[in-house]
């Protein structure tokens, strides 16, 4: 059955990161996730998580400084081992909080190389990192980025995503299905989940155009729930909206 997990690096935001925890269980949340977690000691994180109640079911690998703009660095041979490290940090956070799924950011592609070179160290990389999570019982997924709100990802859309894990070939690694970034490309939500059913890993959702919460733009949240219903997906959808106020109850059908 289809759960939601709130994203506790975007949500909640007028809380401290260590309160927001007990408020997404409050709010009738039974899991949540977050970007690298978000205190100061990121050991604290899922202490706060289990204390309320809950299961950290993703934890993204640290992508370097969002705010300016990176998103990851496995295309960067200079960064490899960091990039494993970071995985293999980021399940430790994930599995402390009963959780098992590593976001691994694949990056943003660079002038001074060629992009096959650059996504072919990034598939060594994302490989290596499966096989350090794996001592974990963690697995890696891998994002797609629109190239509207992210300049010169590596994974514009899902069906690169798609590709990507599948030239990756390791039975550890699929695709962090993202219904905001898919309509960001251009694309339908729903025909493009259709397409990369069997790789998908773990949704994300936030409504499109704002990145709002549920029903403030044009992707149905339930539509899109019964579609992967449909599909066989059985994991988590992470709603990973901007709240333009006090964060809502985690949605219930009416």
Known sequence: MIGFSAHLGILFPELAPLERPAAARAAGYEAVEAWWPPAPHPGDWPGAVRAAGLRAVLVNADGGDLAAGERGFCNLPERAEAVVESARAAARVAAAGGGDLVNLLAGRFTPDRPEADQL?????????????????????????????????????????????VEAV???????????????MAGLDPLEEAGRVARLIGHVQYADHPGRGAPGTGTIDLWALVD????????????????????????????
Do not use: C
């Open 169 to 183: 070939g390791h039975e550890g690694v699929s695709v962090l299905f993202d219904a905001y970034h898919a309509a």
């Open 120 to 164: 072919a160290a990034a598939r060594a990389v994302v490989r290596d990192a499966a096989d350090a999570v794996a001592d974990q019982g963690a697995r890696i997924v891998i994002e797609h980025l629109n190239d509207t709100d992210v300049a010169r990802p590596l994974l514009p859309t899902p069906a690169d995503a798609a590709a990507f």
């Open 227 to 254: 579609r992967l219903d449909a599909l066989g997906y059985e994991g988590h959808v992470g709603l990973e909206f901007l709240p333009a106020g006090p964060t809502p109850p985690a949605p219930r059908r009416g």
